[in-house]
């Protein structure tokens, strides 16, 4: 099981989840998208591509880009496909 954290607040839990470059990837029907915020904020990847972020949002409270994903990951990503990971202070427990 594993499961983020932030501001007390259980962001995503689930048993199934892609560790990948010892990042847990949730796959996004086990996150709260309730927390979730759009963000501009994009990066690029090598191996993996473009990835998006989300701001996490509790009690009023933000985390700037705290939750990324790969929309349309590289063939070598597939696995993260619809799936969300999680930093910047979220805690990752598995």
């Known amino acids: 099981m594993a499961r983020a954290v932030w501001n007390g607040q259980v962001i995503a839990e689930s048993d199934r989840f892609e560790l990948v470059e010892g990042n847990v990837y949730f796959p996004r029907a086990a996150v709260n998208a309730e927390y979730l915020r759009p963000s501009a904020r994009s990066t690029v990847c ?8 989300h701001d996490v949002v509790v009690d009023g409270q933000v ?4 939750a990324w994903f790969y929309a349309d990951p590289k063939p070598a990503a597939a ?12 805690e990752v427990e598995r």
């Open 46 to 53: 090598p191996w993996k591509g473009t990835a998006s972020y």
């Open 79 to 90: 696995n993260i496909r619809d799936h969300i990971a999680f930093w910047q202070g979220v």
């Open 63 to 66: 985390n700037a880009g705290a």
